[in-house]
């Protein structure tokens, strides 16, 4: 079975430039959340969407957003793009329930670059 | 917000050694997870354990929940071990939303 898939792999983007990443979950995976990791630091929660719900919210302006489709796929979308926005952007899907209590799987992430 | 804290944050090792990582975290959890991030930035996972032992082949991990820390055990070191180790948690108020704290990390060298 294939992993979690994103797109594209890697994004250049001048400041002020709106950009979507896409996320692709793990089949039978209900669950999906994004996280941002800024070079030399853990990643940073940024959404999750459970059955195309948020569930929670990370400390993130609201420039940034989400949906889930009913394929349980998602996108993250960012308006008015800084230059501390450039980051590692990296999806992960978990088990039907989606409730925190299981594995959370991650894809191989979106590497962005604002200029 | 729950803190999670890793140690050391970094550790350069000789092939062949062993070497231990420590997590400690400020409150109950739920789910905590170990992840090996290799040099193109995939997080791969090690370990689901928000209690008790596992072990898998060279690597095994234990968390004690009532004294919120975890130890992930690195036996027989290779270069491919090579990386950043992140600890990451899911404490236990967040029931129903999976958002993960992860601490800072560990980079690991294994020299040949």
């Known amino acids: 079975d294939a992993g979690v898939t994103q797109s594209p792999t890697h994004l250049i983007k001048t400041r002020g430039q709106h950009v979507t990443l896409r996320c692709s979950p793990i089949?039978?995976?209900?669950?999906v959340s994004w996280y941002q990791q800024v070079l030399g630091q853990g990643p940073q929660f940024i959404f999750q969407?459970?059955?195309?719900?948020?569930?929670g919210r990370g400390n993130f302006p609201d420039r940034f957003s989400a949906r889930q489709f009913p394929n349980y796929s998602s996108e993250l979308n960012v308006n008015a793009l800084l230059l501390g926005d450039s980051a590692l952007y990296l999806c992960?899907?978990?088990?039907?329930?989606?409730?925190?209590?299981?594995?959370?799987?991650f894809g191989p992430g979106t590497r962005l670059t604002v200029l | 917000g729950i803190q999670v804290e890793q140690s050391p944050p970094d550790l350069i090792l000789q092939e062949g050694a062993n070497s231990t990582l420590r997590c400690n975290f400020s409150?109950?959890?739920?789910?905590l997870q170990w992840f090996h991030q290799n040099p193109w930035g995939q997080l791969i996972n090690l370990f689901y354990i928000p209690s008790g032992t596992k072990q898998n082949g060279r690597l095994s991990a234990t968390t004690v929940a009532t004294e919120r820390y975890s130890l992930l055990y690195i036996s027989s070191s290779q270069t491919t071990d090579s990386g950043v180790y992140f600890c990451a948690v899911g404490p236990s108020s967040n029931f129903g939303n999976e958002k993960l704290t992860f601490g800072t990390g560990t980079r690991l060298t294994i020299i040949p």
């Open positions: 409150d109950s959890v739920n789910n």
């Open positions: 969407y459970y059955e195309k719900e948020e569930r």
């Open positions: 089949s039978g995976h209900k669950s």
């Open positions: 992960a899907s978990s088990s039907p329930l989606g409730i925190g209590t299981d594995t959370q799987y």
